[in-house]
């Protein structure tokens, strides 16, 4: 990919064994939508969201006796977790002490600064960071009637004030809406205002296409300004399905190189009517995976491969891909490297004569030693 952002560097803060904000990557994180109790149902969906490709997972913890059931929960997965809680600073503090890596909750919202004390010490104490949330549903209309995108980062700056008098500057903020453009606009202003980690996201962004394209066009635009340290598609449904989405944002962004990447026009009318090519970039890439994500792993390479409709344009418009795939007419395709054209085959042929290629540029792994 050519062109790269600069990233607005900020305060960094430890979260379990990973971290947000400073040099650490941009981070997806999650959040569980079955009831704590339910511990084997969290368990799963956690290692879920954590094999896709979640780096933190978020959970509500709405009772004290809910501690019980995080602390067995804590204990079943890998993947840091970040305590979902309001109001009450009991069980901020016993789910700092259960072992939780983060804790999302607004000191303002949970009574005199005595009890904020007792939150700030144990985080302090066990080494936990907190994250503000202000949402611009729930922001004191009494004191921000507009609502404006400064109201919405005023209002978060009277949170953040709190733990700054205490001299507690392990936080994470957060400002979401479900308005794109409100949402953009607090987050620019908050990174002017503050160096702590943002987490970006747009809430209440629905589900299907409608919350794909409008997170995206959310949490990518604030990306590309260089505004962002972990990102949260918020997806009405299985939170499984958020993390898909998160990870092409993050492609699209640079943040993470994928080790396949396949690339396809559109196709137009130069394109043989014959030719799916649709159908034969999913078999591509379906084949390529099977064969070749572990030797890619291995050998921490990457492949593009492209698949286009015509020869006139393709091999030009994807001179980026190692190897490719472009229509000839009359049932026929051209393969072609960075190199050019490296031979003609039947259409029906393809996809045997791209992974043969494929081989000959993959080193196989090293064979095992002697024993
Ligand atoms: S590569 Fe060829 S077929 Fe594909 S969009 Fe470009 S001109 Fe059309």
Redesign the pocket.
């Known amino acids: 990919m050519k062109g790269s952002r600069i990233r607005k560097k900020t305060r960094p803060i430890r979260v379990g064994k990973g971290g947000m904000g400073g040099d650490f990557p941009v981070s997806i994180q999650s959040m569980t939508n079955l009831p704590i109790e339910n511990i084997e149902g969290t368990v799963r969906q956690i290692n879920a969201l954590y094999k896709k490709g979640a780096s933190f997972v978020r959970l509500a913890v709405k009772g004290i006796e809910s501690v019980t059931y995080l602390k067995k929960i804590i204990a079943s997965v890998e993947v840091p977790l970040i305590a979902d809680i309001h109001f009450n600073y009991k069980i901020a503090v016993e789910s700092i002490k259960a072992g939780v890596s983060k804790i999302r909750i607004n000191p303002g919202n949970i009574g005199d600064a005595g009890k904020v004390r007792e939150v700030v010490k144990a985080a302090r104490d066990y080494s936990v960071p907190i994250r503000i949330g202000v949402n611009g549903g729930s922001i004191d209309r009494k004191k921000y009637p507009e609502g404006t995108p400064a109201d919405l980062v005023e209002s978060a700056i009277d949170q953040i004030r709190i733990l700054e008098e205490m001299d507690f500057h392990e936080i994470a903020v957060s400002i979401k809406s479900s308005d794109p453009f409100l949402t953009i606009e607090a987050n620019r202003l908050l990174s002017l205002a503050r160096d702590y980690p943002i987490h970006v996201g747009l809430t209440e962004a629905g589900y299907g296409l409608s919350c794909m394209v409008q997170s995206s066009i959310v949490i990518g635009h604030l990306l590309m300004l260089g505004i962002g340290d972990t990102i949260r598609v918020s997806m009405t449904g299985d939170p499984v399905d958020e993390i898909a989405v998160a990870c092409k944002i993050l492609e699209t962004t640079g943040d993470i190189t994928p080790a396949l990447r396949i690339v396809a ?4 009318g ?2 043989d009517e014959d030719l799916d090519l649709r159908m034969l970039a999913e078999e591509i890439e379906k084949e390529c995976n099977d064969r070749f994500s572990s030797r890619l792993a291995e050998t921490g390479r990457t492949l593009t491969v492209a698949v ?3 020869e ?3 091999p030009g ?1 994807a001179s980026e891909a190692d190897l490719g795939i ?2 000839a007419g009359k049932g026929h395709m051209i393969l072609f490297a960075r190199s050019g054209k490296i031979g003609r085959i039947k259409s029906c042929d393809a996809l045997a004569a791209l992974i043969k290629e494929v081989e000959k540029i993959l080193p196989s792994p090293p064979a095992p030693l002697p024993k």
């Open positions: 026009c559109p196709t137009c130069r394109t286009m409709g015509c006139v344009n393709g418009e472009a229509g």
